[in-house]
């Protein structure tokens, strides 16, 4: 039993498109993905700084599935609809 890395591969797909954007959204009391080791991953990625800003983040006081939070939930609809209004313009 092990942790996954992603970043490896989060990496390549944006040397290979520099215009992919990613969200990211995590729950304060996520115990199978903290919070705050996704944040360690994101800032140790290894990008060009430009690239750093293809990254949004979504905070939200739930665990895991955040989804089934009414608060998250409606922070979480918000948040990815601006993420997607907000790569449509770039």
């Known amino acids: 039993n092990g942790y996954?890395?992603?970043s490896i591969a989060?990496?390549?797909a944006l040397a290979r498109n520099p215009y992919l954007k990613i969200f990211?959204?995590?729950g304060y009391y996520d115990m199978a993905t903290p919070y705050?080791?996704?944040d360690y991953t994101l800032h140790h990625i290894s990008l060009d700084p430009m690239l750093l800003r293809n990254f949004s983040t979504g905070y939200y006081e739930a665990?895991?599935?955040m989804y089934i939070d009414e608060k998250s939930?409606?922070?979480l609809r918000a948040d990815v609809g601006k993420f997607i209004e907000n790569a449509q313009r770039k």
Do not use: F
Request: hydrophobic residues 55%; charged residues 15%; proline residues 0%.
């Open 4 to 6: 996954v890395d992603t």
């Open 10 to 12: 989060l990496r390549n």
């Open 24 to 26: 990211v959204a995590m």
């Open 36 to 38: 705050w080791a996704v």
């Open 63 to 65: 665990g895991h599935m």
């Open 73 to 75: 939930l409606g922070k």
